[in-house]
């Protein structure tokens, strides 16, 4: 490996407490904020100037917005039409 690049050692990791926070907003929509750790390693050949060790962590963040409301929509074309059967003796069929 080059002198010029840093090694990492991936670890393993854990949530030790709540992942999501959330927030109440003036006109009362909840805002949650969800943090998630993608990747966490170690240096193994490079220290931080005060000899601790180095560490890259990868985050990711999910945020949902619902709003005071709690409505939302989504185009007609994104829905399965299921129609119902015509009588109570016939049996509706779905694809598998």
Known sequence: MPESEVEFKMLDFKCLGNDTVVFRLEDGAIVKVKVDLDRAGVAVNFRNPDGTPH???????????????????????QIMMRVPPKSSKETLKYAT
């Open 55 to 77: 560490y890259a962590i990868n985050t990711a963040l999910k945020i949902t917005v619902v709003p005071p409301d709690k409505k939302f929509s989504i185009p007609k074309d």
